[in-house]
C-alpha cells in the first residue's frame, strides 16, 4: 500500500471502531437467534441426509423451513434450491397470490430491474399477461408516499409490494422501522392487505426483519446473505401460512404443493450456511462501511455514508464518469480469488434494460453475498458494491480499487 494511502486507511479504521462495534452487536444478536432456533428444532447429523426422486417425508428439508420460520419470525417457510434465483423466489410470491383482475400496488418506486419482464412482459406469462395489473408509487424524500398511497389503493388492490433494499435505483433503501410504521399505518386502511417484502440483501443487517414487523410474505435469495456464501443456489420465501400454503401450488404445482422437492447434496450446506449468515453479513457490512469511509474521503459521494444506519449490505460509490466505474469493478475481479486474470467489460444482459458491467470473481456463479461491485451504463455511473465473505478481502481490493482510480486518466 502506498504511503499516503496506507495513513488515511489507519485513520478511517479508527473513525469506524465504534460503527463496527454496532454491526458486531446486531451480528451477535442474530448469531443467538440463529442458534436458538437450531436448538429448538433439536438439529442433528441426520438432518443433513438428503432426499432423491419426488423427496417426500424429506425432514431436513422440512426441518429447516421451521428453523427459517422461527428466524423470521414467521409461521411458516420454503427454503428450496428448486427455486433458481431471488427473481423465482419474489415470482412465487406474485403468482402464488394475485389473481385476474387483482391490482399489485409497488411502493418502493420502480421494482428491481428482473421484476419487469415477471409483471410487465408482454406474451411471455407476465402478471400483466394474465390480468394482473401493477402500478409502482416512487418513495418522496426517502420515505413512503403515504399520500399517494392511500390515492392509489381501490377495491381490487390485493398486494403491497416493498423492495427493502435499493437494487439498481438511486434512492435509498428502506429500513425495518419505517418498514414497521408502513405497516402498521397500512393495516388500520385495511387489514386484508397483503404486504409482500422483497427482503433480497436485507437478512441479518438489522436484528429484525419484515416479517417480525408485520409483512405478510417475504422473499429472498440463497446465494445472497441468508446462504452464508456456501449455499451453491435456491431460494426461500417465508411468512403467513395460509400465504405460503398458496404460493406451494407455484413452488411445484398446484395439488403437489411444498411436501416434494429432493434436496439431493444440498441440505448441509444449507444448514451449516444459514448458521454462518448473520457472520458473513457483518463482514460485508464491515467492508461496506470502510468502503463508504473510503471513497467519501477523497471526495466521491457515497449512500449509505459511513455513519449511517443500514438495512442491506449494498454500498454506492458515484463515479459521475463511466470509464471510472468500469475501472472499478474490473479491479474488484482483479483482486478476487476466481477469475482474477479475466477483465469483464460491459454487456446487455437478460432482464436489466440498460448494458451492465459486473466485476465479481465468485465461487459460486453470481453469488453476490461474495465481494462483487457491478452498475449500469447510466449516469451518474454508480457503483453497487456488495458482499465479502472476509472484511479483510474487501478492504484489499477496495483500496486497489481506489488506487487505479486515483491514478487514472483519460
Ligand atoms: C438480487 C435482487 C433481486 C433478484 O435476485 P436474483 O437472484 O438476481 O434474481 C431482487 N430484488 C433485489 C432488491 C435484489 O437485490
Not at 178 to 199: G, M, R
Not at 251 to 277: C, E, K, R, S
Not at 330 to 343: D, E, G, K, L, R
Amino acid at each position: 500500500m502506498e504511503g499516503m494511502l496506507e495513513e488515511v486507511v489507519n485513520i478511517i479504521e479508527k473513525k469506524l471502531i465504534l460503527r463496527r462495534q454496532a454491526v458486531n452487536e446486531i451480528s451477535a444478536y442474530n448469531v443467538e437467534k440463529t442458534l436458538q432456533a437450531f436448538r429448538k428444532e433439536q438439529v442433528s447429523d441426520t438432518h443433513f441426509l438428503n432426499s432423491t426422486g419426488y423427496g417426500y417425508d424429506d425432514y431436513g428439508r422440512d426441518t429447516l423451513d421451521r428453523i427459517y420460520a422461527r428466524i423470521f419470525g414467521a409461521e411458516a417457510a420454503y427454503v428450496r434450491s428448486q427455486i433458481v434465483s431471488g427473481t423465482h423466489a419474489i415470482a412465487i410470491c406474485l403468482f402464488g397470490i394475485l389473481r385476474p383482475s387483482d391490482e399489485l400496488l409497488y411502493i418502493t418506486g420502480d421494482p428491481y430491474d428482473t421484476l419487469h419482464e415477471v409483471i410487465y412482459g408482454t406474451n411471455n406469462g407476465s402478471l400483466q399477461t394474465i390480468g394482473v395489473h401493477c402500478r409502482s408509487i416512487a418513495l418522496l424524500n426517502d420515505e413512503f408516499d403515504l399520500q399517494a398511497i392511500e390515492k392509489a389503493l381501490t377495491k381490487q388492490t390485493k398486494m403491497i409490494a416493498i423492495q427493502r433494499s435499493c437494487g439498481y435505483a438511486e434512492r435509498r433503501s428502506i429500513n425495518i422501522a419505517q418498514i414497521a410504521q408502513l405497516i402498521t399505518h397500512l393495516k388500520k386502511i385495511n387489514s386484508q392487505l397483503i404486504i409482500f417484502v422483497d427482503n433480497c440483501y436485507g437478512e441479518f443487517v438489522e436484528k429484525q426483519e419484515p416479517t417480525d414487523v408485520g409483512a405478510d410474505l417475504i422473499a429472498g435469495s440463497l446465494i445472497k446473505n441468508p446462504g452464508g456464501g456456501l449455499v451453491k443456489t435456491g431460494g426461500y420465501i417465508a411468512g403467513r401460512a395460509d400465504l405460503l400454503t398458496l404460493c406451494a401450488g407455484r413452488l411445484t404445482a398446484p395439488g403437489i404443493g411444498a411436501h416434494v422437492g429432493a434436496t439431493l447434496g444440498n441440505l448441509v450446506d444449507m444448514y451449516q450456511g444459514l448458521f454462518m449468515a448473520p457472520h458473513i453479513v457483518a463482514e460485508a457490512l464491515q467492508g461496506a462501511l470502510f468502503t463508504a469511509a473510503l471513497f467519501a474521503h477523497f471526495g466521491f459521494n457515497v449512500a449509505p455514508s459511513w455513519d449511517e444506519q443500514r438495512t442491506d449490505i449494498v454500498q454506492k460509490i458515484v463515479f459521475k464518469h463511466k470509464k471510472k466505474l468500469i475501472k472499478f469493478c474490473q479491479m474488484i475481479q482483479a483482486w478476487s480469488p476466481v477469475n482474477a486474470h479475466v477483465t469483464p467489460f460491459p454487456a446487455i444482459i437478460p432482464g436489466y434494460e440498460d448494458e451492465v458491467i459486473m466485476g465479481a470473481g465468485t465461487f459460486i456463479q453470481g453469488a453476490s453475498i461474495e465481494l462483487s461491485a457491478d452498475g449500469c451504463l447510466r449516469p451518474p455511473y454508480t457503483a453497487f458494491l456488495q458482499g465479502g465473505l472476509s472484511y479483510e478481502h474487501v478492504k484489499l481490493a477496495v483500496v486497489k480499487a481506489l488506487t487505479a482510480i486515483l491514478n487514472y486518466s483519460d
